[in-house]
């Protein structure tokens, strides 16, 4: 099983950037999809999730600046940032559970993660 993030980098506050989340290894269909992040000196936080019925969840910190979306053909889940803000600065993780359903903000729910990749917002 294996999930690699790209996407990540440094952008200006008010910008955007696309994360993804590519799969291998399981089926893809199968499986819920988090979004987390954790930011220097603080734990990991969720960001997102889309359960295998394709309805997406989000914290009150996301809902309306990011949006969670999935190509199960390309085993990839993908999450667009718009109006980034310097407290969104933070390594990105994508987690998989063996679920229907996801859960936003458990760390404990997720049985895969990636590596993470780092997201830079600058003012």
């Known amino acids: 099983v294996q999930l690699v993030e790209s996407g990540g980098g440094l952008v200006q506050a008010g910008g955007s950037l696309t994360l993804s989340c590519a799969a291998s290894?399981?089926?893809?269909?199968?499986?819920?999809v988090g979004w987390f992040r954790q930011a220097p000196g603080k734990g990991r936080e969720g960001v997102s999730c889309?359960?295998?019925?394709?309805?997406?969840y989000y914290t009150d910190s996301t809902k309306g600046r990011f949006t969670i979306s999935s190509d199960n053909a390309k085993k990839t889940v993908y999450l667009k940032m718009n109006s980034l803000k310097p407290e969104d600065t933070a390594v990105y993780y994508c987690?998989?559970?063996?679920?229907?359903?996801?859960?936003?903000?458990?760390?404990?729910?997720?049985?895969?993660w990636g590596q993470g990749t780092q997201v830079t917002v600058s003012s």
């Open positions: 290894g399981f089926t893809f269909d199968d499986y819920a």
């Open positions: 987690a998989a559970a063996e679920r229907d359903s996801c859960a936003v903000n458990v760390v404990t729910w997720y049985h895969y």
């Open positions: 889309i359960s295998t019925n394709g309805r997406t």
